[in-house]
Nanobody, 119 residues
């Protein structure tokens, strides 16, 4: 059974930090590009960051550049999102996504974890 399980969300004050984790199981994690998305109430889901298979190439949305860092540990089938200097506008449900590098393989989404930035 394929699973992507996010954790680490919660309530944090502006300027604070959180680390999100997403553990994959039931598929070949090393063969998947990994991404974090977020969706705020009433808004479309947007890409936050992604990372290539080996972890050496990363991309970020302009709104989080310099504050968020994506990383992965293929030995632990885990992708992380380190979030610093959090702002109220970062409040959203954060999802991880796995995209295969091979044509015809399925892509997967996690169930999401809530991040709320508020004083």
């Amino acid at each position: 059974q394929v699973q992507l399980v996010e954790s680490g969300g919660g309530l944090v004050q502006p300027g604070g930090s959180l680390r999100l984790s997403c553990v994959g199981s039931g598929f070949s994690f090393r063969s998947y590009l990994m991404s974090w998305y977020r969706q705020a109430p009433g808004q479309e889901r947007e890409l936050v960051a992604n990372i290539n298979l080996g972890g050496g190439i990363t991309n970020y949305a302009d709104s989080v550049k310099g504050r968020f860092t994506i990383s992965r540990d293929n030995a632990e089938n885990t992708v992380y999102l380190h979030m610093n200097s959090l702002k109220p506008e970062d409040t959203a449900v954060y999802y991880c996504k796995a995209d295969p590098v091979f044509v015809g393989w399925a892509r997967y989404w996690g169930q999401g974890t809530q991040v709320t930035v508020s004083s």
